[in-house]
């Protein structure tokens, strides 16, 4: 069994200024690069945690709160909120930050489960979590609850890839 390791050990923390190549026709930033960014910090942040190769098994979801704009700052931060065997749920928060005004908001939250990987690409075993503070805890808390979400959100979309299938839909007969 491995050692238990503090959400504090795999915190990671990305900050950059958004620029006009990272934002759409509303001068705010693209959805989808954000959402680069939050996969970037979760990783980094999984890997801390693990010590080990990792991939992306999941993304629970990413709600837009607020718009980042450009000029403004944009803050990610991540920790390791919860494992099983061989995943970890990683849990990112996103704040931007008008450079100029000092204004700061909640842009975006999400949760994200990265899966420990050896150099077969097989899951491997990763620490469990030690919660220290009381939002790491009630974080801890819940996550067997959300982990249990996941499980039954993968096998209704395996369920719907099956009568989906991979035919265009106009050659369907």
């Known amino acids: 069994m491995l050692n238990a390791k503090p959400c504090r050990e795999s915190f990671v923390v990305k900050t950059s200024i958004v620029l006009p190549p990272d934002t759409n026709n509303h001068g ?5 690069k954000l959402m680069a960014y939050i996969d970037d910090v979760a990783a980094i942040s999984a890997m801390r945690h693990s010590r080990s190769e990792i991939v992306t098994a999941s993304t629970d979801s990413v709600d837009f709160l607020h ?3 450009v000029g403004w700052s944009v803050c990610l931060e991540a920790f390791v909120t919860y494992t099983g065997r061989t995943s970890m749920e990683v849990f990112v928060k996103v704040i931007s930050e008008n450079m100029l005004t000092g204004e700061r908001n909640i842009c975006a939250l999400s949760f ?5 990987v050896d150099a077969n690409n097989k899951p491997t075993p990763v620490p469990p979590v030690l919660p220290e503070t009381e939002m790491e805890k009630e974080l801890y ?3 067997k609850e959300r982990s249990n979400a996941r499980k039954r959100r993968k096998q209704e979309f395996q369920n719907m890839a099956q009568i989906f299938g991979t035919e265009l839909p106009w050659v369907r007969k």
């Open 28 to 32: 705010t930033m693209f959805g989808g």
């Open 67 to 69: 718009p980042i704009h």
């Open 112 to 116: 994200l489960t990265m899966v420990a």
């Open 141 to 143: 808390e819940t996550g």
